[in-house]
């Protein structure tokens, strides 16, 4: 497998062309980028709200401007405009500089993200790809990158003071070390299959068969992964707002917020365009489209639709998820990392690993069809494996139980199936009623406020 991986001085693995670029074209590149990345923010939050509020049977913004699109420069407004507070007690240098370290940490992924092929510049003679740039380890550039985004957090919560934010930073320290394990070895397996780590040579090893289908567990642990590492629902818990009020962004307000809410939306739009890359054949267009007019629609600037419209699906699966799932609590949360994600992608690791071996020194050349079988054959494994049982019926409830409260020398509470005993005074009327010859009606009052009597002592 060892030699299957580009060595680091190794330029072989990268499949994009950019002899034709010079510092203009990189600069050009590079602008792009990043106000596509700011615009796509812009449309991320009002595609939220109008999703969301569809999956909750309500309007959503459509007041200010069609469709509601100015309420978005309102939203930018109230936050450049709200008073800027800061804690007294803070520390102040790294107060201030978390929240542009998040923002500057998730602005660097695209920048190896082939977001098109081979295209022709307009009005020149000049080719070069839809990529600022790329290198054999290119993915690995965007695992270092994205554990550094964290530090933000981290700092943000530790620089405030603040209990709330401390244990906002202390959680999104566990959370990553959790789900970045996860999604590091689910990229392992595109890794072994590909024999490259350079994201366009990855994207050109899914001419024939995107890794989606042939790595099918790989995509569902990425998925599952990418939504921990993002903080989002179900798994804000870095930011819970029952337990932890906002979290890390507690002692935030006006635009060093709006950094973090900026940073968050950024990593969702990063973590959609790696899996859109490594799992979804990156720009090129799904089956059948890819075959008409021999590949046409694999090339030139058609290339970015496909690559635009694979990436938005991935957050509509964000926002789906969000308005359909409660959040988890923290030890449901861990558990599912540690106990349920990891040891299944450990095991597919190891299993792939075996078959690529068998094909590499028995030459006989199965992957092919061996494993998009065997990955489909693993995940019906864990939805069985996983499916909940439902529960047997619960017996009906028998008599309940008396109880001494003050067995222990201190009174305690009934538990389900069990009463208290009735008082002395309700004992003394059911006694006399009993004992002594009474009206029939006589008898009935006194039974009745026996029971509305015991009824409000178990109360």
């Given amino acids: 497998m060892i030699a299957l991986l580009p060595m680091a001085g190794d330029n072989s693995g990268v499949v994009a062309d950019f002899s034709q670029d010079?510092?203009?074209?990189?600069?050009?590149?590079?602008?792009?980028?990043?106000?596509?990345?700011?615009?796509?923010?812009?449309?991320?939050?009002?595609?939220?709200?109008?999703?969301?509020?569809?999956?909750?049977?309500?309007?959503?913004?459509?007041?200010?401007?069609?469709?509601?699109l100015f309420?978005?420069?309102?939203?930018?407004?109230?936050?450049?405009?709200?008073?800027?507070?800061?804690?007294?007690?803070?520390?102040?240098l790294t107060y201030i500089v978390a929240p542009g370290l998040s923002v500057a940490a998730s602005l660097m992924v695209f920048a190896v993200i082939?977001?098109?092929?081979q295209v022709k510049i307009p009005w020149t003679d000049i080719s070069t790809p839809l990529q600022l740039t790329d290198f054999p380890v290119a993915v690995l550039y965007i695992l270092a990158v994205t554990a550094v985004g964290v530090y933000g957090i981290v700092?943000?919560?530790?620089?405030?003071?603040?209990t709330y934010s401390l244990l906002g930073s202390v959680r999104s320290t566990a959370q990553i070390i959790s789900y970045e394990l996860v999604m590091g070895m689910s990229l392992v397996t595109v890794f072994i299959m590909s024999g490259s780590m350079s994201t366009s040579a990855i994207v050109g090893a899914q001419s024939q068969l995107w890794y989606g289908v042939m790595l099918a567990p790989s995509l569902?642990?990425?998925?599952?992964?990418?939504?921990?590492?993002?903080?989002?629902?179900?798994?804000d818990l870095p930011e819970a707002e029952g337990e932890l009020v906002a979290g890390y962004m507690t002692e935030y307000s006006s635009m060093k917020f709006a950094w973090f809410?900026?940073?968050?939306?950024?990593?969702?739009?990063?973590?959609?365009?790696?899996?859109?890359?490594?799992?979804?054949?990156?720009?090129?267009?799904?089956?059948?489209?890819s075959l008409i007019g021999d590949g046409m629609l694999n090339t030139g600037y058609w290339t970015i639709l496909w690559f635009l419209a694979k990436t938005w699906l991935l957050m509509f699966v964000f926002v789906w998820v969000r308005g359909t799932v409660v959040r988890f609590r923290y030890d449901q949360f861990m558990r599912l990392g540690w106990k349920g994600l990891l040891p299944v992608a450990l095991a597919w690791i190891v299993i792939l690993t075996c078959l690529r071996a068998v094909d590499e020194f028995t030459n006989y050349h199965f992957n092919a069809w061996a494993v998009p079988i065997l990955s489909w054959a693993v995940v019906l494994f864990i939805i069985i494996w996983y499916w909940p049982v439902p529960e047997p019926p619960a017996e009906p409830p028998g008599e309940p139980v008396e109880i001494d409260p003050f067995a222990d020398g201190f009174p305690v509470p009934p538990l389900p199936g069990q009463v208290l005993p009735r008082s002395p005074r309700a004992q003394a009327a059911l006694a006399a009623a009993v004992t002594e010859e009474l009206d029939p009606v006589e008898v009935e009052r006194v039974l009745s406020d026996l029971k509305v009597e015991v009824k409000e002592e178990e109360q």
């Fill in 22 to 68: 010079n510092g203009w074209i990189v600069a050009v590149k590079a602008v792009l980028i990043l106000v596509c990345a700011l615009v796509s923010v812009i449309i991320a939050i009002w595609f939220e709200r109008k999703v969301i509020a569809r999956l909750q049977q309500r309007i959503g913004p459509n007041v200010r401007g069609p469709l509601g």
């Fill in 261 to 289: 809410f900026l940073a968050e939306y950024i990593n969702m739009l990063n973590v959609s365009a790696v899996c859109t890359t490594l799992f979804l054949g990156g720009w090129r267009a799904p089956w059948p489209l």
């Fill in 155 to 162: 700092l943000g919560g530790w620089s405030s003071r603040a």
């Fill in 114 to 117: 082939p977001i098109g092929g």
């Fill in 220 to 235: 569902f642990l990425y998925i599952i992964a990418m939504i921990g590492e993002t903080n989002r629902l179900p798994f």
């Fill in 71 to 92: 309420q978005l420069v309102y939203d930018a407004m109230k936050l450049f405009l709200k008073e800027d507070m800061n804690v007294s007690r803070a520390d102040k």
